[in-house]
Every structure is written in C-alpha cells, then in structure tokens.
Nanobody, 123 residues
Framework: VQLQASGGGLVQFGGSLRLSCAAS????????TAWFRQAPGKEREFVGG????????LFADSVKGRVTISRDNVKNTMLLEMNNLKWEDAGVYYC?????????????????WGQGTQVTVSS
C-alpha cells in the first residue's frame, strides 16, 4: 500500500494551493482519508478529511471556509484545495487513510500514511 502526496511547493501569501493524494494497493472506496500538516517545531495536526462512502467532510477550525476536500473515485485520489493561504499554512502536508469509514482528527486512527509534501508560503 502506498499513498503518494503531490502538489506542494512555493505559494504566495493569500494565494491558492492544490494537493493530491493518490493510492496504490488499496481502493479508497470504504476508507476515510485526511490531510495532516506539520510546521517546523510543531506537532502534526489535522487539516481536514473526507469519508469516501458518504462524502462527508470535516475540517479543522483553522482552515474552515478556506479548504475543500474532494474525492475522485475513478483516479482513486483525494484532492485538497486551499485558498487565501496564511503564514501558518506552511509545513509538510501528509495524507492518510483509515479503514474506518468516519473521518477522525486523531492520527492514531489512520492506518496508512503518505510521505508528505512541503508547502512554503512566500510574501
């Protein structure tokens, strides 16, 4: 099983970001998947996630209203789109998958993790 996160890079303050998480070796169809991020010197935190069976999404308060998470069943890929980026959005973004159908904010509920993709916010 492998999760491949991509799409990070240098993004302007106030700009937009689009990340993808593609899976191989599993089909997301009954999973919950999520994005977490970790800034330097800080603990990894939940950003948002989606239940693939219901399409229900859950977001951290810090990104609510600026983020959408969607799923592409054909490509077996989760997408994150974030706008109005702030300094605190910088960090390494990880995608994760849980066999449980419901999105959870706790990292321990996730069974598979991607390698992370770096997001840097610039002025």
């Amino acid at each position: 099983v492998q999760l491949q996160a991509s799409g990070g890079g240098l993004v302007q303050f106030g700009g937009s970001l689009r990340l993808s998480c593609a899976a191989s070796g599993l089909t997301f169809g009954t999973y919950a998947t999520a994005w977490f991020r970790q800034a330097p010197g800080k603990e990894r935190e939940f950003v948002g996630g989606i239940s693939w069976s219901t399409g229900t999404t859950l977001f951290a308060d810090s990104v609510k209203g600026r983020v959408t998470i969607s799923r592409d069943n054909v490509k077996n890929t989760m997408l994150l789109e974030m706008n109005n980026l702030k300094w605190e959005d910088a960090g390494v973004y990880y995608c994760a998958a849980s066999r449980g159908a419901k999105v959870c904010v706790m990292q321990r509920n996730y069974d598979y993790w991607g390698q992370g993709t770096q997001v840097t916010v610039s002025s």
